[in-house]
């Protein structure tokens, strides 16, 4: 199982060796993985195509990115270099994405991922990670996306305290240079200021995931400080309401509703009486693609029906 959806939002679903593995990414690679992951299924071939509207992207996260940036970030994807150790030993180093082909005119990038890296999408029978859609997309810095699905792993356990070294945190977050060793943040201080508070306001703001931390120092080296050498993190779970009434903050998904989706402007509020923002982007993404592919003649009357109206 590869995504799994409930009354609120579209949960996604990864092996915990991509969440614990060591590779680099931006915040729009991250989010357009993010948007490949919530369609992948068991059943797909290995050379399924995965459709990715920029348009649709933007809308989910509220933010204009130019469609330059949608270009190198997939240029960086097809290059990324993911690497782990395997629960049987074996290290394996892989991409995400095999190809990325842009559809002219349409906004729509055709992903393939590659096949060394599906297993720990779909065959999930125990060590994973979930995590929600529309939280992963809208946490801004790639950190705070990262930090977000580690913590997610421990959500469900009960000892939701765990201790990582700080340097084996670093290395995932690929801030150490694996061939010079210098490492982007050498001094605490200024990895706290530019990773983990950061993170720590966005994640505990926005999401179902609260964090707090606690450094614990190391043997004292000569006359300096004691280094810090751990961190352990307390996460707090607590699952988000998951229904929202029509007012001014749901206003561009209303609009949506009515130009994009042709609901005349009752239908469109009924919808988001009944049904969390979540929701609504999910079933309008996938009527989206079933538009592109010429699966729908009446726009208008397959959402109102799709949505029970």
């Known amino acids: 199982m590869t995504q799994k959806e409930s009354t609120n939002e579209v949960t ?12 680099e990414m931006s915040a729009l690679e991250k989010n357009i993985i993010y948007m490949v992951m919530s369609q992948i299924r068991k059943e797909d071939n290995s050379e399924k ?10 809308l989910l996260t509220g933010t204009e990115i130019k469609y330059a940036d949608f270009q190198k970030a997939t240029a960086k994807l097809v290059t990324r270099l993911l690497q782990g150790t395997l ?4 290290f394996l180093q892989t991409t995400f994405v095999s190809s ?9 990038i055709e992903i393939t991922i590659s096949p060394k890296i599906r297993p720990f999408y779909i065959d999930l029978k125990r060590e994973f990670t979930t995590f929600q859609l529309n939280i992963a997309l809208n946490l801004h810095t790639i950190y705070a996306k990262r930090l977000y699905e580690i913590f997610s792993m421990y959500k469900n356990m ?9 340097l084996e945190l670093k290395q995932r977050l ?16 200024h990895f706290k200021a530019a990773v983990l508070d950061p993170a720590e306001r966005e994640i505990n703001a926005k999401s179902d995931i609260s964090f707090t931390y606690k450094t614990i120092e190391g043997a004292k080296l000569g006359r300096g400080r004691k280094p810090i ?7 707090t779970y607590a699952e988000q309401p998951t229904k929202y009434s029509y007012d001014d903050s749901n206003l561009p998904i209303f609009t949506r509703l ?6 005349r402007k009752d239908q469109a509020s009924k919808v988001l009486e009944n049904f969390s923002p979540a929701e609504i982007n999910k079933a309008l993404y996938d009527i989206h693609l079933k538009v592109i592919n010429k699966e729908i003649t009446n726009i208008g009357a397959y959402t109102a029906k799709n949505f029970g109206l």
């Not at 996604?12 to 590779?23: C, G, M, R, V």
């Not at 009960?158 to 700080?166: P, Q, R, Y």
């Not at 801030?175 to 010079?180: Q, R, V, Y």
């Open 12 to 23: 996604l679903w990864q092996s915990n060796f991509i969440t614990s593995a060591k590779y």
């Open 49 to 58: 195509m995965y459709l990715v509207s920029a348009r649709e992207l933007m």
């Open 87 to 90: 629960t049987n030993g074996n």
């Open 100 to 108: 990325a082909e842009y559809v002219k005119g349409q906004g729509i």
């Open 158 to 166: 009960k000892d939701k305290s765990f201790k990582i070294n700080l």
């Open 174 to 189: 690929q801030l150490i240079d694996e061939t010079t060793g210098r490492d982007k943040y050498e001094k605490f201080t």
């Open 229 to 235: 050498d751990q961190l352990e993190f307390t996460v």
């Open 258 to 263: 009515i130009s994009q989706f042709h609901l």
